[in-house]
């Protein structure tokens, strides 16, 4: 908590950085994860527009998301996050789920030595609970933004003071803060750093590599039933989120071969601080004051410790986020077909020397380009000739990282689904955006019947036949 005496300097939090967010994973060796978000959606009377599926009820004997994902949780021996912040544990080597301040569901996987055995266990748990979900009547859709609910219909669901807080301050910024948190899903991937020597090359391949991957996975052409012009609007919501919190380190930007940890530490101290926590209770920042002002200045004549340090770098939204693995937030959430796409692609092009060497080779001289890339990539995706010629050499890439991956490494579903996704998408310069847009200007909306024709093709193709996700 604050204190009226200063306690903290630079040498103090850029060695918690280094214990912690930039440390290597415990026993050695490679570590996996894949986290994934959808929205909780229920079509009424065969309409065009489905309506949110709340996490708490709001009207008597209204079905909450959150009672169903708790029931199926704990038949299954699956971790829980409530609304509310309780923890349900569920059994080792398993994941968990939690919630987004929109309703949106997040599962993420327990670590694995494989991206197999990750992706088998983020699928097994997913696929059983769209089923579970389905004999309640709610669909699940996973795409980057909610192509029908509008922010207010959709409304702040948790109320924990961290969430009106993020509210509060980023209201004071524009209005992409009330859309990320309510209309937005991705999905991540977690890689080791690895060794240190690896650990540098991952952390500045990873940075060039983000607008590419919002570029190839770009899933959200619409919003509140309505075209964006962007590929992937959940990428320009993001880029005008909070410049200081999120997107690329500028430390990267001016020296992208400069040391990691010290980029990461003044992007840190240059973020505003989200909220103070005061026994009073918490105080969200709507008045600018980064975290180094707060350190060296104090705020109402309080100081930070390391306990609001490392709570301010669970604030921060970077594309590459360090937190004892490298968590990488760039795709927007896929369709059910594709979900193990971004976790092949990252691992293939990270996980191989040959391979990060040939991406570093390729990409580094746009390091400093990093937000013009981005904006490129949201709005034009993979009609941008230069984004779709690097989206083809990185698939060529990616596919020779796949055969120089261990034995076991991938599953043949993966690979199916990786092939399916660069002849049907990245190698034509399209991605999943481009299909769901046709299909929206081709029958004027996207209702169920459209999303489904969609989403079973996909899923055909890939050999997974109709999944009820």
Known sequence: MPSPVRTLDRAQLRDHLRRHEFASSPGGGERYGVEVELFPLRWVDAGPLPRVVPLRPRTVGEVASADLVAQFAAASGIGVVTPEGAVQPGQPGVGRFTFEPGGQIEYSSAPHESPERAYAEAVAVLDALAANFATQGVDVVTLG?????GVDEIGLQLSAP????????FASIGDAGR???RQTATIHVNVDAG????AALRWQAAQVLAPLALATFASSPLLEGLGTRHRSYRGAIWDQVDPSRCGFPRAFLDDPEGDPLEQYLEFALQARVLLVRDPRGWIPMTTPVTFDEWMRAGYGGLFPDLEDWAYHLTTLFPEVRPKGFLELRSADSQPRAFWSVPLTWWTALLGDDTALSRVLDRLMPTAGSLRQRWRRAAQEGLSDPELAGDAKFLFGVAADGIGALSTGALSPEMKRAFVVFAERFALRGRSPADEVLETFLERGNLDRAAW????DAWAAEVGLGAPTA
């Open 195 to 198: 060794s240190p020597v690896r």
């Open 145 to 149: 933004c909610n192509p029908w609910n």
């Open 452 to 455: 489904r024709g969609l989403h």
């Open 162 to 169: 961290r969430y009106t807080c993020m509210d509060a301050v």
């Open 179 to 181: 859309r990320m948190m």
